[in-house]
């Protein structure tokens, strides 16, 4: 039980991370914050795979799709 919790608690800041990058996007792209940097670099290996799966080019969608399969995971291990 407290595995499960830990994992949930480490998937509720990892989907936290995700939305933050979301944002900055949008606010300040270029930035060279070294909280921006830690961002980028910890969401970008979930990110970037699921960019292939994206349908439409030009758009990137790979955020929603990983916030969409961390709610997911988030909602078996509650499950569980």
């Known amino acids: 039980m407290a595995i499960a919790r830990l994992a949930l ?9 995700i939305i933050a990058r979301v944002i ?5 792209p270029g930035s ?5 940097y ?10 970037r795979p699921l960019r292939i799966l ?3 080019p030009g ?9 969409l399969l961390i709610r997911l995971l988030m909602n078996l291990i509650a499950r569980v």
């Open 9 to 17: 608690a480490l998937l509720q800041v990892y989907s936290w991370l």
């Open 24 to 28: 900055i996007s949008w606010i300040s």
């Open 32 to 36: 060279r914050n070294e909280i921006v």
């Open 38 to 47: 830690w961002v980028i670099r910890l969401t970008e290996p979930v990110l």
């Open 54 to 56: 994206s349908p439409l």
């Open 59 to 67: 758009i990137d969608l790979s955020p929603l799709l990983a916030w």
